[in-house]
């Protein structure tokens, strides 16, 4: 059902396991002014790219749940493909407000790729998923699929993002394999919120013209459809960023957000 908030104030919910979710944060952002973020990035338990379906599910339903007793939600989005790929679409059943995420744009490839050598990003929990896996099963003999999981280039990423300076061997290394491939594929799936935080870096250390994909776009089309955005609506701005655990980076990660126009930042509590 289409929900309509013309008057109140609009509440997105953005969880990640890391900052990989400010990725979509910072492209709807900008299409969409006058709306409140929360962004939850659940670092307690990062990284997610390991951790199994099961605790992934239990663990959305515990924040969400937590979540909406303290702030009027009108729509999650779940920045995380590794958290989508295997909650979504069971969590939906436990709330009322939407709930959309982010999952690997494998469909988009296929029609931009022309060598149909496609690259395909993206945490062990998403790769090993059933859905994913009948995917790639069902391209077999059509396409050629170059899987890459690396948990290291998901830590580069988020260190990348923390002011650490980022070695481009260290990401070569990852990518060894490809390189003795005869055919370079053309077209690369970005299937982890954190990818694009490197691209700059992927595009120097592969050759060029490679078009990169995330799902950013499926997530404003998506948006669209379900929330009536009233573009004259004050703005209020009440941006506050959740964390789950206080470590040694968390004034970076402050940092971070500040400059995002993020100025509350809480602890919460599982
Ligand atoms: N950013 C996440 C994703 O899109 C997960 C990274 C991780 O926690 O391993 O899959």
């Not at 999650?76 to 436990?94: F, M, R």
């Amino acid at each position: 059902m289409k929900k309509e908030f013309l008057t109140s104030q609009t509440t997105v919910f953005i969880f990640d396991s890391g900052l990989g979710g400010i990725t979509i944060y910072n492209y709807i952002k900008n299409i969409f002014l006058n709306i409140n973020f929360i962004y939850l990035l659940d670092n307690k338990y990062f990284p997610y790219g390991n951790k199994s379906k099961n605790f992934i599910l239990q663990r959305l339903i515990k924040i969400l749940q937590k979540i909406s007793l303290h702030h009027d939600i009108t729509l999650v989005i779940i920045a995380c493909n590794t958290a989508s790929i295997t909650s979504l679409p069971e969590l939906k059943k436990y709330f009322s407000f939407p709930i959309i995420g982010v999952t690997p744009v494998i469909d988009l490839a296929i029609t931009k790729t022309k060598n149909k050598i496609i690259g395909f990003l993206a945490t062990n929990t998403t790769l090993q998923n059933y859905k994913i896996q009948n995917k790639i099963h069902l391209l077999k003999g059509k396409y050629i699929i170059k899987i890459i999981s690396s948990p290291k280039l998901v830590f580069l990423a988020e260190q990348k993002l923390l002011g650490d300076k980022i070695i481009l061997n260290e990401i070569k290394k990852i990518f060894f394999s490809w390189y003795k491939l005869k055919i370079f594929p053309d077209t690369i799936i970005l299937g982890c919120t954190h990818f694009p935080l490197i691209k700059n870096e992927l595009k120097i250390i592969f050759p060029k013209n490679i078009k990169f994909l995330d799902a950013k776009k499926y997530i404003i089309y998506k948006f669209k459809q379900l929330i009536k955005y009233n573009k004259n609506l004050s703005n209020t701005k009440k941006n506050i960023v959740y964390f789950t655990k206080i470590d040694k980076n968390i004034n970076k990660i402050k940092n971070i957000f500040l400059k995002i126009n993020f100025h509350m930042f809480k602890k919460f509590r599982t």
